[in-house]
């Protein structure tokens, strides 16, 4: 009888860390016939449970309910000991947190879970990202030599192999910001390829989203991954879902490891570098350069936690991104023999109000934009490469600037007093009301015998309106200008002798 009741109490305990009680299964629910399904267990706080699926997984995904913690919680597969922390590129799911993904290097059929503090319903999500060796072989990665194009990288037809093609209708935008993350993972895992397609299923099927939520990922060896499928468009501008919801104008980048308290390798970092300065020099950016991004200061080159509460890209990566900048930077300007030097020349330097001047872009070293700042004219702010026809209406001495840039490089040329505009020798002609509205009179007064012409031009410098005084005050048909601001401008003899702004509401 004491035999007896010794075998109840072991059957007990066994049943017991097993998550199967008495009478009880798991609730089993099969997400995808291959590579991912989903088990509902309750768990107490501070125990020891195998978990066990009947197929082989390459990856688990722990989700707890949002009102508990991963604290002190870990799982151990084959001797290594990984600790649970929550993966903070999503948002409670379900009322559900999720850890971040643990990836092993070989399929195994179990893993021995301690709880920590945890005390609650736990999803376990089961992943296969399995690949076989002729996909593994494929991940080799060689970089062409030539300098500030795409760097080479591993295609979704490949690493995705075997898996569903997500379906979904993709947005595009330009990009203004790099942002660098990592996915927190394990930093042995030398079976990448699986790494990517564990990450893949666990975005898809765990967090239910379209698609792989970087554009690249980047492996502990250098290999670059395409992340987010394009379809028919480009890589580098599909919007992925990365930066806790404000994806538009950025391009996701995610470092495979946890680096948190050790550094990427120099190959992942190497790799990182052609990546940022093809795609900065690329869209004419400055790795330095910083903007406002959805009411955020937000660099050029940036980590997840400059838009995020999230520590990632792990301050090991994150103490490193002002060097990146300045490294992609160098790489840049050294694809460029020619030095950038800003220059321009002028048709003239001293002009009557009104009266206009040409700007040309002298500059050496291939400049790719041009940024005008012309004080005293009538938009000071212009981006073509060359200006014809620069209106001056007031008078006075004006600055003129001019910034060209390629990629990382930059140059300035300015002069300071450059343009002097006189005053109108001439009795001042003058219109109103001021501003007008689209149903009333336009009235000009005017010397007809000293005003030869009056001409109405836009903010672009178009004559919209030209007409010859027949009498001192005359009435203007406004009526087929659109709303905004105009310029009026009176000529003698074909000089311009004053100019005035009026502004059409409706």
């Excluded at 768990?43 to 722990?62: C, D, G, H, R």
């Excluded at 007031?394 to 003129?400: P, T, V």
């Excluded at 027949?470 to 004053?498: A, C, P, W």
Aim: hydrophobic residues 35%; proline residues 4%.
């Amino acid at each position: 009888m004491l035999r007896l009741l010794r075998l109840v109490f072991v059957l007990v305990f066994i049943f017991s860390t097993q998550f199967v009680c008495v009478g009880q299964q798991l609730e089993f629910i099969i997400k995808r016939e291959k590579g991912f399904s989903q088990k509902l267990a309750s768990i107490k706080s501070e125990s020891k449970y195998a978990v066990k699926n009947n197929q082989p997984f390459t990856s688990i995904s722990i989700q707890i309910p949002d009102n508990e913690v991963f604290d002190g919680a870990y799982c151990v597969v084959n001797k290594d000991t990984f600790w649970l922390s929550q993966d903070e590129h999503i948002e409670p799911l379900n009322e559900f947190i999720n850890a971040n993904l643990i990836s092993f290097a070989t399929p195994v059929y179990k893993v021995d879970f301690y709880s920590g503090e945890i005390d609650n319903r736990v999803l376990f999500n089961f992943i296969n990202g399995s690949v076989n060796q002729l996909e593994q072989n494929k991940t080799n990665n060689r970089f062409n030599a030539e300098c500030l194009i795409e760097p080479l990288s591993i295609g979704q037809q490949t690493w995705r192999s075997g898996l569903s093609t997500p379906q979904y209708s993709r947005l595009f935008s330009k990009v203004e910001h790099v942002i660098i993350h990592h996915s927190a993972g394990s930093n042995e895992n030398t079976n990448y390829t699986q790494v990517v397609r564990d990450i893949y299923i666990y975005h898809t099927e765990v967090n239910g989203w379209s698609d792989i939520g970087y554009n690249y990922l980047i492996a502990q060896d250098g290999t670059i991954f395409k992340g987010r499928d394009p379809d028919n468009g480009a890589q580098d501008n599909v919007r992925g879902a990365h930066f806790c919801g404000m994806n538009t104008g950025t391009m996701g980048v995610c470092l495979l490891g946890n680096y948190t308290s050790v550094a990427p390798t120099n190959e992942t970092i190497q790799s990182l570098l052609k990546l940022l300065s093809w795609k900065l020099d690329k869209e004419g950016i400055n790795a330095f350069e910083e903007s406002i991004f959805n009411g955020i200061d937000l660099g050029a080159v940036a980590g997840h936690r400059d838009g995020c509460a999230t520590e990632c890209p792990g301050t090991k990566t994150y103490q490193k991104i002002k060097n990146f900048k300045s490294q992609a930077n160098s790489m840049i300007e050294s694809c460029y023999p020619d030095k950038l030097i800003a220059d321009f020349t002028w048709d003239k330097d001293k002009i009557t109000e009104g009266e206009s001047i040409s700007f040309t872009d002298a500059s050496q070293g291939n400049p790719l934009s041009w940024q005008w700042k012309l004080e005293g004219s009538i938009n000071e702010n212009y981006t073509r490469q060359n200006l014809t026809e620069v209106y001056y209406p007031k008078a006075g001495e004006f600055d003129a600037r001019l910034v060209v840039k390629n990629g990382a490089r930059t140059d300035t040329a300015f002069i300071n007093n450059l343009i002097l505009v006189e005053p109108s020798p001439y009795a001042e002609p003058f219109i109103y009301p001021v501003p007008v509205s689209a149903g009333a009179p336009l009235i000009i007064n005017v010397n007809k015998e000293e005003i030869s012409e009056v001409e109405i031009i836009d903010s672009k410098g178009q004559a919209v309106i030209s007409f010859e005084p027949t009498q001192n005050q005359m009435e203007v048909d406004h009526k087929l200008l659109r709303e905004g601001i105009y310029f009026v401008r009176y000529f003698s003899n074909g000089l311009v002798v004053k100019f005035d702004k009026i502004l059409i509401i409706n």
